[in-house]
């Protein structure tokens, strides 16, 4: 499985992103999609799952903001972030889990400015 992870960039506060987290290669049977974040000097947290069954959760941080979706025709998973704070600056890694392994994709950084 391959991840290949985009939409990060510069936004204001109250500003709005989404990421999106395309996958190839050998998808059928994945469990579960998600989005990880990463701040500087912290430890890479969820932020946001999709079950192959359709639900979903989220850090009770970025609840009533963030929605993860997924369309599945192009094998990709969104992560639409509004109400941003500077607080959600990290990068962003989308994940993928499948017969118990994890795979990552590359991070898209997300600075979100006062």
């Known amino acids: 499985v391959q991840l290949q992870a985009s939409g990060g960039g510069l936004v204001q506060a109250g500003g709005s992103l989404r990421l999106s987290c395309a996958a190839s290669?050998?998808?059928?049977?994945?469990?579960?999609q998600g989005w990880y974040r990463q701040a500087s000097g912290k430890q890479r947290e969820l932020v946001a799952g999709i079950s192959s069954g359709g639900s979903t959760n989220y850090a009770d941080s970025v609840k009533g903001r963030f929605t993860i979706s997924r369309d599945n025709a192009k094998n990709t998973v969104y992560l639409q972030m509004n109400s941003l704070k500077p607080e959600d600056t990290a990068v962003y890694y989308c994940?993928?889990?499948?017969?118990?392994?994890?795979?990552w994709g590359k991070g898209t950084q997300v600075t979100v400015s006062s």
């Open positions: 290669g050998v998808i059928f049977s994945i469990n579960a």
């Open positions: 994940n993928a889990m499948k017969c118990g392994m994890h795979y």
